[in-house]
């Protein structure tokens, strides 16, 4: 006699490995394993009102927990909801595992009701798509793991042939779960670096979120501090170095990314430690000619006949960063004084100011009254550019962005995630009213599981992005209000309260209130979107 079936082998994998939940939108093939999820001590099926906030939510306990998140999605339209969170944990380098329903072996390439090809769906969206057999499930989930955990982070999809959740199998065990090693960088390489950054006199660091991942964050604050090196960070590494550090530079990229490149703009050499492109091109920001020393798990994506790869080092980054260190202490040619007042200046355009509420005054005040351990997700918009360059970001994962994916609608479904995954944390998000209205049905969710987490809504009626680019261009404003007027509508949504707030003391007061209560609150803040316009899409290049 079999011991157990398919769906029960599945299930007990994914909690073995540390998955506590799952979300997604149940189908008539995963009702066996939601009765798994259910007899099963440790691991939570969490419905949300969409595939793709789904997907979202797995990506967070991905980032949060080091363990892969896990989301589920139906045929046909399950699949292509799911795919927005899914193709979000893959470029914002998360670790997952995507499941979906599959037709079974007999109905694969028929043409059948809401039947697609899943692994060809999923394969441009992840590290790797494959598909359980009933024998072998439990090492398909492991290698699925192993994939998503190894090098970038990132997505696996998992096909789950329907009518093989019930079928009689032995009991399997998934075993450890670990990421494929990291060699050390070639030693000729490291000593490649140590001389290009010997021979340098105002070396520049470009942080980014392969550093994150490498935990290697007291090492770079001791390098900066050893040479009197400028610190520049990707909008995704946030937190890595303190925006009050004498070396910390500026976020690449976000508000004010002019001011930031005039400090790049005098370095002759990047040398850039877990820098992912994917949050920003080097080309993008990097003067024509400087030079570049890469010190990552992959190798430099640059166009090198515009800038110098004088070296790499391709491996485990401590390494790297320990044979600088090892060099004898002597401050390069940088003016950190200068430095200093620059930051001091941009961030003086940044604070809220006197006269209509605009979004700077309402960052400041939620900075204020969110405790310094608490989190902070927030959605796509131009509010996006503010918090990269504004908000005070004490270490990395209290402020959580899409900037490799980038997809609208991101904030709300992160903030469930991260108060499930932190329960004892406070969470809260930054939403604009149009990305908010791309998940609002996740406020159900958030009433469901009884969540206490304040959902900040910046309403100015406006695109606000995409309008400032259509008057760069000296184009009409056309498509981008999203109303002509008003509130998100009425005092409550979904069973959530809404506060609205018209100045800087009514937000003050709504989010003290919220961050009292014992489920989900929505503090609208009613804000002037034209603070945007000389803040944002500044030039990045000198």
């Given at each position: 006699?079999?011991?157990?079936?398919?769906?029960?082998?599945?299930?007990?994998?994914?909690?073995?490995?540390?998955?506590?939940?799952?979300?997604?939108?149940?189908?008539?093939?995963?009702?066996?394993?939601?009765?798994a999820?259910?007899?099963?001590?440790?691991?939570?099926?969490?419905?949300?009102?969409?595939?793709?906030?789904?997907?979202?939510?797995a990506?967070?306990?991905?980032?949060?927990?080091?363990v892969?998140?896990?989301?589920?999605?139906?045929?046909?339209?399950g699949?292509?909801?799911?795919?927005?969170?899914?193709?979000?944990?893959?470029?914002?380098?998360?670790?997952?595992?995507?499941?979906?329903?599959?037709?079974?072996?007999?109905?694969?390439?028929?043409?059948?009701?809401?039947?697609?090809?899943?692994?060809?769906l999923?394969?441009?969206?992840?590290?790797?798509?494959?598909?359980i057999?009933?024998?072998?499930?439990?090492?398909?989930?492991?290698?699925?793991?192993?994939?998503?955990?190894?090098?970038?982070?990132?997505?696996?999809?998992?096909?789950?042939?329907?009518?093989?959740?019930?079928?009689?199998?032995?009991?399997?065990?998934?075993?450890?779960?670990?990421?494929?090693?990291?060699?050390?960088?070639?030693?000729?390489?490291?000593?490649?670096?140590v001389a290009?950054?010997?021979?340098?006199?105002?070396?520049?660091?470009?942080?980014?979120?392969?550093?994150?991942?490498?935990?290697?964050?007291?090492?770079?604050?001791?390098?900066?501090?050893?040479?009197?090196?400028?610190?520049?960070?990707?909008?995704?590494?946030?937190?890595?170095?303190?925006?009050?550090?004498?070396?910390?530079?500026?976020?690449?990229?976000?508000?004010?990314?002019?001011?930031?490149?005039?400090?790049?703009?005098?370095?002759?050499?990047?040398?850039?430690v877990g820098?992912?492109?994917?949050?920003?091109?080097?080309?993008?920001?990097?003067?024509?000619?400087?030079?570049?020393?890469?010190?990552?798990?992959?190798p430099?994506?640059?166009?090198?006949?515009?800038?110098?790869?004088?070296?790499?080092?391709?491996?485990?980054?401590?390494?790297?960063?320990?044979?600088?260190?090892?060099?004898?202490?002597?401050?390069?040619?940088?003016?950190?004084?200068?430095?200093?007042?620059?930051?001091?200046?941009?961030?003086?355009?940044?604070?809220?100011?006197?006269?209509?509420?605009?979004?700077?005054?309402?960052?400041?005040?939620?900075?204020d009254?969110?405790?310094?351990?608490?989190?902070?997700?927030?959605?796509?918009?131009?509010?996006?550019?503010?918090?990269?360059?504004?908000?005070?970001?004490?270490k990395?994962?209290?402020?959580?962005?899409?900037?490799?994916?980038?997809?609208?609608?991101?904030?709300?479904?992160?903030?469930?995630?991260?108060?499930?995954?932190?329960?004892?944390?406070?969470v809260?998000?930054?939403?604009?009213?149009?990305?908010?209205?791309m998940?609002?049905?996740?406020?159900?969710?958030?009433?469901r599981?009884?969540?206490?987490?304040v959902?900040?809504?910046?309403?100015?009626?406006?695109?606000?992005?995409?309008?400032?680019k259509?008057?760069?261009?000296q184009?009409?404003?056309?498509?981008?209000?999203?109303?002509?007027e008003?509130?998100?509508?009425?005092?409550?949504?979904f069973?959530?309260?809404?506060?609205?707030?018209?100045?800087?003391?009514?937000?003050?007061?709504?989010?003290?209130?919220?961050?009292?209560?014992?489920?989900?609150?929505?503090?609208?803040?009613?804000?002037?979107?034209?603070?945007?316009?000389?803040?944002?899409?500044?030039?990045d290049?000198?």
């Amino acid at each position: 006699m079999k011991s157990t079936n398919v769906a029960r082998n599945v299930v007990t994998a994914l909690r073995d490995m540390g998955v506590r939940h799952v979300f997604g939108v149940p189908s008539g093939g995963w009702v066996d394993y939601m009765e798994a999820i259910r007899t099963t001590s440790d691991i939570d099926f969490v419905l949300a009102s969409h595939e793709g906030g789904a997907g979202f939510m797995a990506d967070i306990c991905g980032r949060l927990t080091g363990v892969p998140g896990v989301c589920f999605g139906t045929f046909g339209p399950g699949a292509t909801n799911l795919a927005t969170g899914v193709g979000g944990a893959t470029l914002d380098r998360s670790p997952m595992i995507a499941l979906t329903d599959e037709m079974p072996e007999s109905l694969r390439g028929r043409t059948v009701q809401m039947g697609i090809d899943h692994q060809a769906l999923f394969a441009p969206l992840t590290k790797a798509t494959m598909r359980i057999e009933a024998d072998t499930a439990v090492d398909t989930l492991r290698d699925a793991a192993r994939i998503a955990l190894s090098g970038r982070p990132g997505a696996v999809h998992v096909g789950l042939p329907q009518g093989m959740s019930a079928v009689a199998v032995e009991s399997a065990a998934i075993g450890a779960i670990a990421a494929d090693p990291v060699s050390a960088p070639a030693a000729a390489d490291v000593d490649a670096l140590v001389a290009a950054f010997a021979a340098a006199k105002k070396p520049v660091l470009a942080v980014g979120l392969g550093a994150v991942h490498a935990g290697v964050q007291d090492s770079l604050v001791a390098l900066a501090e050893r040479f009197g090196l400028p610190v520049l960070l990707t909008p995704m590494a946030k937190g890595m170095v303190a925006e009050d550090h004498p070396n910390y530079a500026g976020v690449l990229f976000h508000a004010l990314s002019d001011t930031v490149g005039l400090t790049h703009a005098e370095a002759d050499l990047v040398v850039a430690v877990g820098y992912d492109p994917i949050e920003f091109n080097y080309e993008s920001w990097m003067k024509d000619g400087l030079a570049l020393a890469n010190v990552d798990i992959a190798p430099a994506d640059i166009d090198r006949d515009k800038h110098p790869v004088v070296a790499e080092t391709v491996g485990s980054i401590a390494p790297a960063l320990d044979a600088l260190l090892a060099l004898p202490a002597a401050a390069k040619d940088w003016d950190l004084a200068a430095l200093q007042n620059r930051k001091a200046a941009m961030f003086a355009k940044l604070a809220g100011r006197d006269g209509r509420f605009g979004p700077c005054a309402a960052l400041d005040v939620l900075r204020d009254v969110l405790p310094y351990d608490g989190i902070m997700t927030c959605d796509v918009g131009a509010h996006t550019h503010l918090i990269g360059q504004h908000w005070r970001t004490p270490k990395p994962g209290t402020q959580i962005m899409t900037n490799g994916w980038s997809a609208m609608g991101f904030g709300l479904p992160a903030a469930i995630a991260a108060k499930l995954c932190r329960p004892d944390t406070p969470v809260c998000c930054v939403l604009g009213d149009g990305g908010f209205l791309m998940t609002a049905g996740e406020l159900a969710t958030a009433v469901r599981e009884k969540l206490p987490l304040v959902i900040v809504i910046f309403t100015d009626n406006d695109l606000a992005l995409i309008r400032i680019k259509q008057e760069k261009k000296q184009n009409p404003i056309y498509g981008t209000p999203v109303r002509a007027e008003g509130t998100i509508g009425g005092p409550s949504l979904f069973g959530v309260p809404v506060t609205v707030a018209r100045d800087p003391a009514e937000f003050r007061a709504a989010l003290q209130a919220g961050f009292a209560a014992d489920g989900p609150v929505i503090v609208e803040a009613l804000l002037d979107s034209r603070e945007y316009d000389e803040l944002v899409l500044r030039k990045d290049k000198p």
